[in-house]
């Protein structure tokens, strides 16, 4: 990866993850050893947040950090919060990464270096290439259908535009106004995609493998599949109804 996309930050929410937290970051400094890592936790009762303090105490070179919020917000407040506190330390790129480990921190020296060339990087299951590895098939149904239907609702071509993994450009994330992002779960991956395509970003899938999680449970629910639907047939009509204006203001 080129020198000027450095400093890296990866940004990892947390919510009783106190099983997670240490492999997940042992991992990610093992693959990419200059990474330095945020933990957003959202006031695990489990203790994740004190097992992500000791090591951040632990780390002499200063690469783990730890914010800790005093309620369960949701994942996409999460990163928002720690998307400001990396581009405040100016930070170069920014990576959305799980805790659970269904993310491989091994993969995300190959996101890094296609940033070279693009925007944003998004960890792709659904490209050639990609794969998921114990999903039942009503999630993998679940999966395929939300990204067909946001790309069929917004034009975007992005195959798999409801994936977690990915890393970001500073320029990116300052330019499509993550304030006012309100958007959680599925529909936050979504939304940001969505605004980074629409300000003109370039934007690149590489292929990953996606491991359903072994230990602690999944956060997904019917609200944030409801949610997604709702917001994304929102801003499909949305663009429709922007489409049908412009044919009219540029005839004769």
């Given at each position: 990866m080129a020198d000027q996309l450095e400093p890296v930050l990866v940004v990892i929410p947390t919510y009783n993850e106190r099983d997670n937290v240490e492999p997940i970051v042992a991992r990610l400094h093992a693959a990419l050893p200059t990474a330095h890592v945020l933990v957003v936790d959202d006031?695990?009762?489990?203790?994740?947040?004190?097992?992500?303090?000791?090591l951040a105490k632990a780390d002499s070179a200063g690469r783990?950090?730890?914010?800790?919020?005093?309620?369960?917000n949701g994942l996409g407040a999460a990163y928002v919060a720690g998307f400001h506190w990396g581009l405040e330390r100016d930070?170069?790129?920014?990576?959305?990464?799980?805790?659970?480990?269904?993310?491989?921190?091994?993969?995300?020296p190959r996101l890094l270096d296609a940033l070279g060339d693009a925007d944003l990087v998004i960890g792709s299951?659904?490209?050639?290439?990609?794969?998921?590895?114990?999903?039942?098939?009503?999630?993998?149904v679940l999966s395929r259908?939300?990204?067909?239907?946001?790309?069929?609702?917004?034009?975007?071509?992005?195959?798999?535009?409801?994936?977690?993994?990915?890393?970001y450009r500073r320029e990116?994330?300052?330019?499509?106004?993550?304030?006012?992002?309100?958007?959680?779960?599925?529909?936050?991956?979504?939304?940001?995609?969505?605004r980074t395509i629409e300000a003109g970003f370039t934007v690149v899938e590489v292929p990953i493998t996606f491991t359903e999680r072994e230990r602690g449970q999944s956060k997904m629910s019917s609200d944030i599949i409801r949610e997604a639907l709702i917001r994304v047939t929102k801003w499909g009509l949305r663009r429709r109804g922007t489409q049908v204006r412009s044919l009219f203001t540029k005839r004769p």
């Open positions: 006031g695990s009762p489990d203790g994740t947040g004190e097992i992500a303090d000791e783990v950090h730890v914010m800790h919020r005093t309620e369960k930070y170069a790129v920014l990576v959305e990464m799980d805790a659970d480990g269904s993310h491989a921190p091994e993969d995300l299951r659904w490209v050639p290439g990609g794969k998921v590895i114990n999903w039942p098939v009503q999630r993998q259908g939300a990204n067909f239907y946001s790309r069929m609702a917004l034009g975007a071509k992005v195959k798999d535009i409801t994936a977690g993994f990915r890393a990116a994330l300052e330019k499509i106004r993550i304030d006012n992002v309100a958007s959680q779960g599925y529909c936050f991956q979504i939304d940001l995609a969505w």
